[in-house]
């Protein structure tokens, strides 16, 4: 899979491509992932990709020619899905990032200052994602949860798919449960002791017990009686 991103800061991609299993994943070649300056799409010698708006108001607004051009000359190499990055768009949730990690090429783009021309959103954009209702400065940490979370759904990139499965949000309504590890007694805390005895069935009884369940707007039913 693929994934393009289109940004003023090209090198917070990069660096995010460095660590783990997402490094390893692109060495892999399970995903590849370009970051595009938009910078280079500026035809003017200051490399200019925003101006004041229109009507008035602060700060400045991304020029819609930079982001035509890129995703033009993008969608020219290989076409894929264009996704905008908005704090007020619809949030991201598990269940759209199974659906995106059957995409073979997502066009990430990666919104700053006070936002985007409307008329590249109209006319260049496929949908508008947000990681939370919250306000970033710019759409490269958004693009980075949205690359991570996707990777993970591909096969081959967690070594073990188990893992996968039994992530909270796998499933509608999935939790997690508490988890341990040695030492068996940590100051004076102990790990609960049907954990130590070895009874499958026990353990995952005790797990579906003490399960914790998302909360019920992102997409899962209350927590359990
Ligand atoms: N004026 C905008 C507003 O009121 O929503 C905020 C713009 S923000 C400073 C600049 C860019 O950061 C946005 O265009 C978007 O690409 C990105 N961004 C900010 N918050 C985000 C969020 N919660 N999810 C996804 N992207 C976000």
Redesign the pocket.
């Known amino acids: 899979m693929t994934f393009s991103v289109i940004t003023i800061f090209p090198q917070m991609i990069r660096d995010l491509l460095k660590f783990g299993l997402l490094a390893k994943a692109v060495e892999r070649e399970l995903i590849r992932v370009d970051a595009y300056d938009l910078r280079d799409f500026a035809r003017d010698k200051h490399r200019k990709v925003d101006d004041r708006p229109f009507g008035g108001g602060p ?1 400045m607004v ?1 020029k819609p020619a930079p982001l035509f051009r890129a995703v033009d000359h993008i969608s020219g190499l290989y076409p894929g899905r264009v996704i ?6 619809p ?2 949730t598990q269940e759209r990032v199974k659906a995106l990690s059957r995409e073979s090429h997502l066009i990430l ?8 021309d409307q008329r590249f959103i109209d006319q260049r954009v496929d949908e508008e ?14 693009a980075a ?1 949205l690359v991570e979370s996707t990777a993970r759904m591909l096969s081959g990139v967690i070594g073990n798919t188990e893992s996968v499965a039994t992530d909270s949000y796998y499933e509608k309504g999935q939790g997690g449960w508490p988890q341990y590890t040695q030492p068996r007694d940590f100051r004076g805390h102990p790990v609960p002791e049907v954990l130590l005895s070895g009874h499958h069935h026990e353990i995952d009884e005790w797990r579906k017990q003490n399960c914790f369940r998302p909360p019920a707007e992102h997409g899962s039913e209350k927590k359990a009686d």
Do not use: T
Not at 109 to 116: I, Q, S, T
């Open positions: 700060g991304m905008l990055f908005s704090a007020y768009a949030i991201l783009v990666c919104g700053r200052y006070e936002g985007v994602l947000s990681i939370g209702p919250y306000v970033l400065m710019g759409g490269e940490l958004a949860v």
